[in-house]
């Protein structure tokens, strides 16, 4: 993989991480076109994840700051609440990454038809949102949290946006727009810093490892962070102001020219 081309799965991972139109499947298409082989290696979308991941803590820092400043409270406070209520949400993700880890990956070189399927699903949720209406909304609870948790496990398929499908089961749930999209960027932190730390530890982005030059490595993770940064704060103001519809409209196109050309 050439540092161009790195650069441009960056820029990718930037964008469609926060946008609800899934990362892992539009790096699956971008390598098609590129033609980079799709195989089990993940290692550059773990290191462009982590890119993404510390967008989010660059932008939510203060909001990150302040849930931990009461957490050391040791009160059982609302912010408290709301780490316990993360921590809960990321239960499922965590089982299928200890237990499905390897299938996962395997799914990753299945190619454009597994991808534009997910898409189309991710289309259907996002489409979704925009017919049910519901008199009140509320703030996440304890049984949202942790079925947008099992949301997030079941993102992990390529082409199945992991923000569309969180944000999507947190509005068909009637939770706050101002809350859902921060509450599913925030789902995310832990499980991805601890897939890169493991594979750091394990020696796991080495160029002898991974097949990639690390300063390829390198200018994904630069530039899917400074997008991302971007993206992500563009998002949040995004569900807060307006409907998914047209995303989904892109998800839907995408996902049908992903199965036609899978099937050529």
Not at 34 to 62: C, M, Q, Y
Not at 113 to 139: H, N, P
Request: charged content about 15%; glycine content about 10%; proline content about 2%.
């Amino acid at each position: 993989m050439s540092g161009l081309e790195a650069f441009i799965l960056g820029l990718i991972q930037g964008l469609a991480e926060f946008l609800p139109i899934s990362s892992s499947g539009h790096l699956v298409i971008g390598k098609e076109i590129l033609g980079i082989e799709s195989g089990e290696n993940v290692v550059f979308e773990t290191v462009v994840h982590a890119g993404t991941v510390l967008s989010t803590i660059t932008i939510l820092r203060k909001e990150i700051l302040n849930l931990f400043l009461k957490l050391f409270k040791f009160e059982w406070n609302e912010e408290t609440q709301y780490i316990f209520k993360i921590f809960l949400s990321m239960i499922p993700v965590m089982i299928v990454g200890f237990f499905f880890k390897d299938y996962v990956e395997a799914l990753f070189g299945e190619g454009l038809v597994l991808v534009g399927s997910m898409l189309l699903l991710t289309a259907l949720l996002l489409f979704l949102t925009r017919f049910v209406r519901f008199k009140e909304q509320k703030s996440i609870g304890w049984g949202s949290s942790f079925v947008i948790g099992i949301a997030q496990a079941v993102a992990v398929l390529p082409g199945l946006s992991r923000s569309g499908t969180t944000i999507a089961t947190g509005l068909l749930m009637s939770v706050k727009k101002e809350e859902v999209a921060q509450f599913s960027f925030l789902m995310v932190l832990i499980p991805i810093l601890g897939e890169t730390f493991l594979n750091g530890i394990q020696g796991g982005f080495t160029e002898a490892a991974s097949g990639i030059p690390v300063s390829s490595l390198v200018i994904g993770f630069l530039t899917a962070y400074i997008v991302g940064c971007f993206a992500c704060k563009w998002m949040i103001q995004l569900v807060k102001r307006s409907n998914l519809a047209w995303f989904a409209l892109y998800c839907a196109v995408a996902g049908l020219i992903a199965i036609i050309f899978g099937l050529v």
